[in-house]
């Protein structure tokens, strides 16, 4: 979505795509990787980096001050409500209590304690603003979005009405034109489709 949104050219690899191929690139061993001006020995890892480059390169980190103070505020607060999912939720991969991971108990106040904790700031940074920034299309409300967009995905679309304050529920619904949950599935094909 950073990428998508942020005007620039790009593309994702194709299905020929080998992982193992570019392991030893990898700076830290591990997906996802950016290319930049066809630099394939040298790519840009870690997800929050990648979207700090590409809102240095397209101009949509919120350039300076309050815009881009805010930008790098919702990447690190996404990345906090990501890392309470990968504690506290069963993943694809990994089932509650294994592996480090909470149980049923740690589980239920995830979701009834601590993600509702989230929201409630995020409510209150936005006041009464249809958008955390100027342009609402900084690389942090994008970033946060999609990761908010996993939360439904996990939960399906009454999880969010139960945990999305108003405002936040507003915000999210507008911004970028995506409209909350359905047409973020349609956003993601498009993505795929590139
Ligand atoms: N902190 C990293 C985490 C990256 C990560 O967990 N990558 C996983 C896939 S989503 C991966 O590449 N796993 C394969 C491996 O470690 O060999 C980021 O935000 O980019």
Not at 68 to 89: G, P, Q, T
Request: with cysteine; charged share 20%; aromatic share 8%.
């Amino acid at each position: 979505m950073v990428a998508h949104f942020s005007g620039l050219p790009w593309e994702g690899k194709g299905d020929d795509f080998e992982f193992a191929d570019v392991k030893p690139t990898a700076p830290f061993g591990q997906l996802p990787l950016l290319y930049v001006d066809g630099d394939e020995a040298n790519p840009i890892a870690q997800c929050t980096a990648i979207a700090a480059a590409i809102g240095r390169m397209a101009g949509t980190d919120g350039g300076a001050g309050r815009d881009y103070a805010r930008s790098v505020m919702l990447v690190a607060e996404a990345e906090d409500i990501y890392n309470a999912m990968v504690k506290d939720n069963a993943s694809y991969m990994v089932a509650l209590g294994e592996r480090g991971k909470g149980g049923e108990d740690a589980n239920r106040e995830l979701w009834a304690a601590t993600l509702p904790r989230h929201m409630g700031y995020l409510e209150k940074m936005l006041g009464e603003s249809a958008a955390f920034t100027s342009t609402g299309e900084t690389v942090g409300e994008l970033y946060l979005f999609g990761m908010l967009h996993q939360l439904v995905l996990c939960r399906g679309p009454d999880a969010a009405g139960t945990h999305t304050p108003p405002q936040l529920r507003l915000t999210l619904s507008t911004f970028c034109g995506i409209r909350w949950v359905d047409s973020g599935c349609q956003r993601q094909k498009l993505l795929r489709l590139r």
